[in-house]
């Protein structure tokens, strides 16, 4: 990984939005860079102000959608780069997509197999002239607004979400089913078509973003996969290799990952 200048902002959603967005981040990088984009539980998208960028070799267009993933993505930017990122709730991204979540899995779209080209060139133009990274939130705000499909939230799977976050990860499917009341397959199809992912894979990503979480507090790698509910440490490694695309011991020696 090569050392690089970037400057990140995080700004919070609008109360209309806040049901949806987790928050925004302005990543704007003053060098070239190749960095490492950990999988996170919750679909995002990218709305590029400035520069170029390559995900895993492959141009990345101005503003695209990236699906849930169970694992990391090489990232490649030019010297000057800026994006607003949008971090949407896990169930926040159906209220403003038409195609459906699940079939993003481990993708990414342009955002024109969402939105008239005219308007797309249009939301580009204005990000690119924006005074400052206020504007810029702005902009994306009123573009996701106009998007918006006004659709109600599965509340069987937002208490399943809630449930594999409060377990941190670690929890049995099965048990999760017979808490909700439902059998395993049906959970896992309604979770599937309502968060974009199953839920073994959604507890795995929860999961693995929590180790990375007891890393940054000072945890070793044995206490980590143990806090972590890890009965050994081969499967810890399996599990965080397939996440971060390397082992955990030379993962945190990396200090420009982005996480």
């Given amino acids: 990984m090569s050392h690089f200048q970037m400057e990140k902002v995080a700004v919070a959603p609008s109360a209309a939005l806040r049901p949806y967005v987790q928050r ?7 060098s070239g860079a190749m960095n490492t984009l950990l999988p996170d539980a919750g679909i995002v998208a990218a709305f590029r102000f400035k520069g170029t960028c390559l995900v895993n ?23 000057r780069c800026g994006n607003v990122v949008v971090l949407f709730t896990p169930l926040g991204a159906a209220e403003f997509l038409r195609e459906p979540v699940e079939e993003l899995f481990n993708g990414t779209l342009p955002f024109e197999h969402q ?7 249009l939301v580009e133009e204005q990000l690119a002239e924006a005074p400052d990274h206020g504007r810029r ?8 607004l106009e998007q918006q499909r006004s659709r109600q939230p599965d509340p069987l799977v937002a208490a399943a979400i809630a449930h594999i976050h409060g377990a941190r990860g670690s929890l049995r499917i099965d048990g999760l089913a017979r808490l909700a009341g439902v059998s395993q397959s049906a959970l ?7 968060v974009g992912a199953t839920p073994k894979k959604f507890a795995t990503i929860v999961r693995l973003r929590h180790v990375v979480q007891l890393r940054e507090s000072g945890a070793s790698l044995t206490e980590i ?3 972590a509910g890890y009965a050994d440490q081969p499967h810890f490694i399996k599990d965080f290799k397939r996440f971060a695309g390397e082992a955990p011991e030379s993962f945190f020696q990396t200090a420009t990952t982005f996480c």
């Avoid at 925004?24 to 003053?30: G, Q, T």
């Avoid at 267009?61 to 990391?72: E, H, I, K, M």
């Avoid at 896992?188 to 309502?194: G, L, P, S």
Wanted: a positive charge; charged letters at 25%; glycine letters at 6%.
């Fill in 24 to 30: 925004y981040l302005i990543i704007e990088y003053f």
């Fill in 57 to 79: 070799g492959s141009s990345a267009p101005n503003l695209l959608v990236t699906g849930l993933r169970d694992s990391a993505r090489k990232l490649i930017l030019s010297g």
């Fill in 115 to 121: 939105v008239r080209r005219s308007h797309l060139d």
């Fill in 137 to 144: 939130v702005a902009l994306v705000e009123r573009f996701l």
């Fill in 188 to 194: 896992e199809r309604r979770f599937r078509r309502a």
């Fill in 225 to 227: 996969a143990h806090a």
